[in-house]
């Protein structure tokens, strides 16, 4: 018998044994394997429902699209009293100002008429410029010369603008100087910090108004997608 055991014959030995012992380890690894899948699962449904008892737990309400925000936003500050401090992180100190110009002037107001002490949080002049340019894009600024919202714009702020823009730089160059405006006129009131943020960090945020741990607005802002922001309080 021996002399039919080849090298062949060996080989094929030593590759069914290799099957055996690749078929045992497999099936302890699939074993080991749904173990750890089963204790994933457990731990992602612990922690989902723990998720969702803190949404419950929060009361909250949609208030809609931008600029409707502001004027929640306003009520919020109004209503702020004395000893309590508003939390602000927003892209612009002149947030809504120019969808708006109505509504931001009573914002505006609020602000400085607050009891409250005001602490905000804005961008800084470059990331400002990139998120305009991104709100008001160079490929629409022929429709945005010709939209009411311009006309009003102009209108409103005739005051503070100086020459009508006729080019796209000139046209952001025209936002950032009203709100500097604003800047200057804030800044200059003892119950208002305003800080720019460099970080990139701040363009990924949510913004919010909050005054204590009391009351919070909160916007998810879309600008990079031209939709409005959509508000929640």
Known sequence: MLQWFTGDHILALIAIVFGVVGIYYERKLHTRFKSHKLAIDMSFAAQKE??????????????????????????????SKDGDEVMILTDFLAYGHYSDPDAYDKYVQALTGAKARIQMLVYDEDAAKMTLQMQFRLSEFDNIKKSEAFKRYLEYYKKLIKVVPSRYEEFLNMLIIVQDHFCQHLT?????????????????????????KKEMVFAFPNAYTGRKDFSFR
Do not use: C
């Open 188 to 212: 200059g009131k003892l119950h208002i910090d305003v800080r720019a943020v460099s970080s990139t960090a701040i363009k990924d945020a949510m913004l919010f108004w909050m005054v204590g």
């Open 50 to 79: 723990k998720i969702e008892q803190i949404v419950l737990s929060v009361h909250t309400s949609y208030i809609g699209k931008f600029p409707i925000d502001l004027q929640k936003t306003t009520e919020l500050i109004s209503n």
